[in-house]
């Protein structure tokens, strides 16, 4: 008999460990056709969402190019999903970390990067409203974050320009849909933030099959990415589409763009939850919109898989007190 401890591989080292490799789910009760709509579970990132990817790919590489030091700081902009996919990675790897966000975005965010230790600066409205947020009232945030990091020293990530982001989802979201969907992809579709999620993955997968067809959902009225004129900035979609082309999104990449509304991104949302038993956020409620939608078209096979991203959790966004928002 033995007095060693038996450690079992299935034991992770840290929540680092627990980002990605999220599982492929078929929503065949929602959309029992035609075709068939599979979703990556993202909001089972220990962040919460799928900017837990970026967030350890960004801040390894900044490490092994030496321009983060160990224990340095981080500052980054932020809707609240790369903050606290920041924050999840920071804590771990100890880099303090401050983040910059709109008022308009949603407390629960900024409560939850906080909770990671992330020291969070929220910027007054501009032009948007709670839960409605416009380019205008990022650039706030976006100059803070800028003019921290330039007074301190401190790293900034630069999640919508850096091309880490785009790298985080070629190397990880990309070959995991290929893998787990058995090398079965006719279509891909996703909201467009930073454009890090859609330029990623679309190039990794019509690599493996260039007739994949990848499409990205904007909100009906915001539509940048198909050259629309915007006549509804605000919208539902906390994160996505403010009414700009993002620095990282690749045209040659997207076949069309597929417009939802804030009624339709609700509607799924809430659908997600009563057919699947899934609390997500309404940008994922978009994607699955957007997927529906285009099944419908024609423009695919009867028997088409789509595959989409639910992006993050709906405890993002439930409704908060009004004395809490400001």
């Not at 929503?27 to 990132?45: A, Q, S, T, W, Y």
């Not at 804590?91 to 970390?97: E, Q, R, Y």
């Not at 096979?301 to 595959?307: L, R, S």
């Amino acid at each position: 008999m033995t007095n060693a401890i038996s450690v079992s591989n299935e034991i992770k080292a840290s929540a680092l460990e627990l980002i990605g490799n999220t599982p492929l789910l078929a929503l065949d009760r929602l959309h029992p056709g035609p075709g068939r709509i599979l979703v990556k579970c993202e909001f089972m990132n220990p962040g919460g969402s799928l900017k837990c990817r970026s967030s350890l790919h960004m801040i390894q590489k900044a490490r092994e190019r030496g321009e983060l030091k160990p224990g340095g700081d981080v500052v980054e902009v932020t809707s609240g999903n790369q903050g606290c996919g920041l924050g999840v990675v920071c804590s771990v790897l100890g880099h303090p970390l401050t983040v910059t966000m709109s008022k308009g975005n949603s407390i629960q965010r900024a409560l939850h990067m906080e909770a990671l230790g992330a020291k969070c600066i929220r910027y007054p409205l501009v032009k948007g409203t709670y839960g409605n947020v416009t380019f205008a009232d990022v650039e706030p945030a976006l100059e803070g974050a800028m003019k921290m990091s330039e007074e301190t020293g401190a790293f900034f990530v630069k999640q919508m320009a850096n091309p880490d982001n785009i790298e985080a989802h070629y190397e990880t979201t990309g070959p995991e849909i290929w893998r787990q969907s058995g090398h079965r992809v006719d279509a891909f579709v996703t909201a467009v933030g930073t454009s890090g999620t859609f330029t990623g993955v679309s190039k990794y997968l019509k690599e493996q099959n260039p007739e994949i067809q990848c499409f990205v959902v904007e909100p009906e009225g915001s539509q940048p990415l198909k050259g629309c004129p915007i006549t509804k900035p605000l919208h539902m979609l906390q994160g996505a589409s403010y009414g700009v082309v993002p620095d990282l999104f690749n045209p040659d990449l997207m076949e069309d763009s597929i417009s939802v509304t804030d009624e339709e991104s609700v509607h799924y949302k809430d659908l997600l939850g009563t057919k699947e038993g899934l609390f997500v956020g309404y940008t994922s409620g978009a994607n699955v919109a957007a997927a529906v939608k285009l099944l419908n078209s024609g423009k695919l096979p009867k028997d088409a898989w789509v595959v989409t991203i639910l992006s993050d959790t709906g405890l993002k966004y439930t409704p908060v007190p009004d004395n809490l928002i400001e």
